[in-house]
């Protein structure tokens, strides 16, 4: 009888999507729409294809970027873009100290709502919405933490998913 009380609780929310939605669900991060290409105030930083590389794609940032979300002091915001593409799909923020990070869930609370942690866990805390996912990580070994913004539509591209461009590329090369 639990089981399927259980399993009708479950239904509605898949059926309703509540449980897969949070409130304020950003199509992007200041002013950057998920799939946008970089645009002229952006500076290439690095491209990440290695298969050891979790976050693949093309670097960017912003020279004038505030480094602050509220009063949580921020040391770098980078925007990642595809491979091939150039489609932004992620941001990552990261910070120094657990006082910024408990000023960002602060927050990251008041704007989503409440998060998905971790069972008798701290850190770290998740919002899993239809289009996007936020992660806010702290790590006291390093007194630091990152934050993810990821479009969940768009995905990174890997070098496999392209040979032929790569191919075209070194054909100059030899």
Same mark, same amino acid.
């Given at each position: 009888m639990k089981?399927?009380?259980?399993?009708?609780i479950i239904l509605i929310f898949l059926i309703t999507g509540?449980?897969?939605?949070?409130?304020?669900?950003p199509d992007g991060f200041r002013g950057l729409k998920w799939g946008d290409a970089p645009t002229e105030d952006m500076y290439f930083s690095s491209q990440a294809i290695s298969k050891y590389d979790i976050h693949k794609g093309n670097y960017y940032y912003?020279?004038? &970027?505030? *480094?602050k979300i509220g009063s949580a002091e921020l040391v770098s915001i980078k925007y990642l873009f595809n491979l091939y593409s150039n489609q932004?799909?992620?941001v990552w923020g990261m910070f120094y100290s657990e006082t910024?990070? &408990?000023? *960002?869930?602060?927050i990251f609370e008041e704007k989503f709502g409440l998060p998905t942690k971790l069972k008798n866990k701290k850190y770290p805390l998740f919002w899993n919405g239809d289009k996007t996912k936020i992660q806010l990580f702290f790590y006291p070994d390093k007194n630091a933490g990152i934050f993810t913004i990821i479009n969940r539509e768009i995905h990174s591209e890997e070098p496999e998913d392209n040979k032929q461009k790569e191919a075209e590329k070194a054909k100059e090369d030899f």
């Amino acid at each position: 009888m639990k089981k399927i009380i259980l399993s009708s609780i479950i239904l509605i929310f898949l059926i309703t999507g509540i449980g897969f939605a949070f409130q304020n669900e950003p199509d992007g991060f200041r002013g950057l729409k998920w799939g946008d290409a970089p645009t002229e105030d952006m500076y290439f930083s690095s491209q990440a294809i290695s298969k050891y590389d979790i976050h693949k794609g093309n670097y960017y940032y912003r020279k004038s &970027d505030k *480094l602050k979300i509220g009063s949580a002091e921020l040391v770098s915001i980078k925007y990642l873009f595809n491979l091939y593409s150039n489609q932004f799909y992620k941001v990552w923020g990261m910070f120094y100290s657990e006082t910024n990070y &408990d000023i *960002l869930k602060i927050i990251f609370e008041e704007k989503f709502g409440l998060p998905t942690k971790l069972k008798n866990k701290k850190y770290p805390l998740f919002w899993n919405g239809d289009k996007t996912k936020i992660q806010l990580f702290f790590y006291p070994d390093k007194n630091a933490g990152i934050f993810t913004i990821i479009n969940r539509e768009i995905h990174s591209e890997e070098p496999e998913d392209n040979k032929q461009k790569e191919a075209e590329k070194a054909k100059e090369d030899f």
